[in-house]
Structures are given as C-alpha cells and as structure tokens.
Nanobody, 126 residues
Framework: QVQLVESGGGLVQAGGSLKLSCAASGRTFSVYAMGWFRQAPGKEREFVAAISRSGGNTYYADSVKGRFTISRDNAKNTVYLQMGSLKPEDTAVYYC???????????????????WGQGTQVTVSS
C-alpha cells in the first residue's frame, strides 16, 4: 500500500504562485510515475501534469503548460507542483496520484492511477 499526503494549498491572488507537495510512504516511491489532477466545484476531475519515475519526462495539460511545473525528489519521496501566474479558473481541489504500471507514455487517465491523496484546496481570487 501507498499513502499520499498533499500539502501547500491555500488562498492566493490572481497572478500569484503556490507550490504543492505530495509526500509518499509505504512503498518505494521511485517505482511509480506520479500525476497531479484537480477538481473544480461542479466539474469532473481533470488531468494537470504527470512525471516519470526518474523525473526525466513530464507532461502537462494545455491549460497549465508554461505556468505549472511538476518535479519530484525520490530521496524525499515527494512530488511537487509549482504553480505560477495563477488564474481564478485554477481554483480546485488538487490531488496527487501514483501509477504503478510500466508504460511507455505518461498517463493522463485518472482511472488508471492506483493511489490517491486526499486533496488540497487551492483558491485563486480575482
């Protein structure tokens, strides 16, 4: 089993920045790819970003490309999401997730992720 715990959410003004963290425990962190997803009120959960096991490959949703950066520190069992130039439409609960399958691509399908954190709220005011 893997436990994922997100932190770093909060209230920020439009144009500001936040850095989310997701700490993992229970299984060797480096064996799974990681993703960030978000769910806004009244909307379905959507893919934000993903990172490979080594951290060498990343993939972003078009809506956050150029503004968000996903990274990981396998020595600290932690994945990060640096968010910049935040917009009110970025307001959502942000979840980190772990994908244990070995794939040749970075996964943006939430149904194929195996482990999930409890989420952290990000609110961007206009």
């Amino acid at each position: 089993q893997v436990q994922l715990v997100e932190s770093g959410g909060g209230l920020v003004q439009a144009g500001g920045s936040l850095k989310l963290s997701c700490a993992a425990s229970g299984r060797t962190f480096s064996v799974y790819a990681m993703g960030w997803f978000r769910q806004a009120p009244g909307k379905e959960r959507e893919f934000v970003a993903a990172i490979s096991r080594s951290g060498g490959n990343t993939y972003y949703a078009d809506s956050v490309k150029g503004r968000f950066t996903i990274s990981r520190d396998n020595a600290k069992n932690t994945v990060y999401l640096q968010m910049g130039s935040l917009k009110p439409e970025d307001t959502a609960v942000y979840y980190c997730a772990g994908d244990v399958a070995i794939r040749s691509y970075l996964n943006m399908n939430e149904r194929e992720y195996d482990y999930w954190g409890q989420g952290t709220q990000v609110t961007v005011s206009s």
